[in-house]
């Protein structure tokens, strides 16, 4: 079964909007998690890698103030888009890795959520 | 990460075995050779990996070639299921926040 669920499935929000996602690993404790957006028929792309208490770490090219991350707890991780624009929409995805998973290195891939912003 | 090249499509028949190609000619000794799978508008799925060794599991076989320039993966028996982009991935080591690094990957389509 599932081990990482996401949350909304899907969202249409308005251009200047905030949105936020959350990412819950649900039988073990994420002491990473890794955020990720796909646009349509391409590749996933990393955005940002978190761990529990730490601020995220964010790839090239992504705006840290305009993507919000917050790992505050082993189970949960939020991706809030502030000011969102048409440009913005996407399916983000989420991972997660830790113990007691086997291996614990592994990255376990949510659903995703369908971003759409008009 | 070291790159890898994957060809963008592949057909196969349900039943038969699927064997997808990728090569990593610049992998380094400390690299892990994974595959993850991503079914249209879901997220992608782990189905093995293997650093120099041939793996099995209950999904698939990784066939790494001695040279560990490039290796197959093996679906034996394909199904209508298995129809997803097949992505081929090394990574550095065993380590809880090593990144992926997603490609391209293989279209696979499996028909009747």
């Known amino acids: 079964g599932a081990v990482v669920s996401q949350h909304p499935s899907w969202v249409i929000c308005k251009s200047g909007t905030s949105v936020k996602i959350e990412c819950r690993s649900l039988?073990?404790?994420?002491?990473?998690m890794f955020w990720y957006r796909q646009f349509p028929k391409q590749s996933l792309m990393l955005m940002a890698t978190?761990?529990?208490?730490?601020?995220?770490?964010?790839e090239q090219g992504v705006e840290k103030d305009k993507f919000l991350i917050n790992h505050a707890s082993l189970t949960l991780s939020t991706l809030t888009v502030t000011s969102a624009h048409p440009e913005d929409s996407s399916f983000y995805i989420c991972?997660?890795?830790?113990?007691?998973?086997?291996?614990?290195?592994?990255?376990?891939f949510g659903p995703g959520t369908r971003l759409t912003v008009t | 990460d070291a790159k890898t090249t994957q060809p963008p499509s592949m057909d196969c028949a349900e039943g038969r075995a699927a064997n997808l190609p990728c090569n990593h000619s610049?992998?380094?000794?400390?690299?892990?050779v994974y595959w993850y799978r991503q079914i249209h508008s879901q997220g992608p799925q782990y189905i093995i990996h293997?650093?120099?060794n041939n793996e099995t599991n209950e999904m698939a076989s990784l066939i790494i070639t001695e040279d560990r320039k490039s290796s197959t993966l093996i679906l034996p028996h394909a199904t209508l299921r298995d129809t997803a982009v097949y992505y081929c991935?090394?990574?550095?080591?065993?380590?809880?926040?090593?990144?992926?690094?997603f490609g391209k990957g293989t279209m696979l389509l499996v028909s009747p």
């Open positions: 293997g650093l120099k």
């Open positions: 991935i090394v990574r550095v080591g065993n380590s809880g926040y090593s990144t992926l690094t």
């Open positions: 610049t992998i380094s000794g400390n690299e892990y």
């Open positions: 991972s997660a890795s830790g113990r007691p998973r086997e291996p614990y290195y592994e990255q376990y």
């Open positions: 978190s761990n529990e208490g730490s601020k995220a770490t964010y």
């Open positions: 039988d073990f404790q994420a002491t990473t």
